[in-house]
Each structure stands twice: as C-alpha cells, then as structure tokens.
Nanobody, 122 residues
Framework: QVQLVESGGGLVQAGDSLKLSCVAS????????FAWFRQTSGKEREFVAW?????DYAGFVKGRFTISRDNDKNTVFLEMNNLKPEDTAVYYC??????????????????WGQGTQVTVSS
C-alpha cells in the first residue's frame, strides 16, 4: 500500500508561482508512475501532468507547469508558473503500479493523496 501526501498549495495572485510536492511511502517509489490531477467543485477530476519514462501535460498547462521526481527523496513535484485564476482547484497526486496508455484517465491510478488547495486570485 502506498501513501501519498501532497503539500505546497496556497493562495497566490495571478502570475505567481507555486511548487507542489507529493511524498510517497510504503512502496518502491522508483517503479511507480505518477500524475497530478485537479478538481473543482462539481466537476470531474482532470488530468494535469504525468511522469514515467518521460513526461506529458494537459494542453492548458504546457509551457507553464513542470512535473519532476526525486527518486532519492520519494517525492514528485509540480512546479506551476504564471498561474491563472482558472488554475484554482484541489490538486491531487496519483500513483500507478503499471504503465497505462490511458495515463490521463483517473481510472489508471491505484493510489491517491488527500489533495492540496491552490487558489489563484485575479
């Protein structure tokens, strides 16, 4: 069983930056695939970024967000630059034991963190 704990969210102004962290425990970190999703009230959880052998991003964050991982620290990061009010959401870290071509689907993940709130004011 893998436990994921996100941190780094907060209230910022449009144009600011934040760096989210997700610390994993209870599994073999370097063998897992990770992603960040986000969710706003009344909407489904949406894909933001993925990291495995490479990285991939949702179109609306390309060029602004960067996902990375530190296998020595069992941590996945999401660096968010030039934040916009529409980026306001709860951000979730997710882990998958196996690679899936549908890694942008929340159904492809086995473990989830509790989420961290990001609020961007205009």
């Amino acid at each position: 069983q893998v436990q994921l704990v996100e941190s780094g969210g907060g209230l910022v102004q449009a144009g600011d930056s934040l760096k989210l962290s997700c610390v994993a425990s209870g599994g073999t970190f370097r063998t897992y695939y990770f992603a960040w999703f986000r969710q706003t009230s009344g909407k489904e959880r949406e894909f933001v970024a993925w990291i495995g052998g490479g990285t991939d991003y949702a179109g609306f964050v390309k060029g602004r967000f960067t996902i990375s991982r530190d296998n020595d620290k069992n941590t996945v990061f999401l660096e968010m630059n030039n934040l916009k009010p529409e980026d306001t959401a709860v951000y979730y870290c997710a882990a998958a034991r196996y690679f899936s071509r549908t890694y942008s689907s929340s159904r492809s993940y086995d473990f989830w963190g509790q989420g961290t709130q990001v609020t961007v004011s205009s």
